[in-house]
């Protein structure tokens, strides 16, 4: 098989898939929103109910998770602040 052809049958195939997926009966859809309220909803409860150090350690390491992505999107933007952060910061691991 070349590879036009090859890559015709790929995008006949992802077309498809695409026509079946909006295709779902309604009521599917709501059991998989369904399901997905479920999960979240006992993910909620779970961190409620849980030993106050294990809560504390999850939303710690949700800060820190935080924290991260705030300086990955800002050395993005604006890297000459970063630069000048990241000096003090060694200056001040320096001391």
């Known amino acids: 098989m070349n590879m036009t052809r090859k ?15 909006k295709k779902l009966p309604k009521k599917q859809l709501l059991k998989k929103k369904m ?3 479920m999960k979240r909803q006992l993910l909620k409860n779970n961190l409620k109910n849980m030993k ?6 999850k939303t710690k390491m949700k800060k820190a998770l935080l924290k991260k992505m ?5 050395m993005k933007k604006e890297p000459r602040k970063t630069m000048i952060m990241m000096r003090k910061m060694m200056m001040f691991l320096m001391r």
């Open 7 to 21: 890559m015709k049958m790929m995008n006949m195939l992802t077309m498809m898939r695409r026509k079946m997926k």
């Open 35 to 37: 399901m997905r309220k």
């Open 52 to 57: 106050p150090q294990l809560k504390r350690r």
């Open 70 to 74: 705030k300086t990955v999107t800002m």
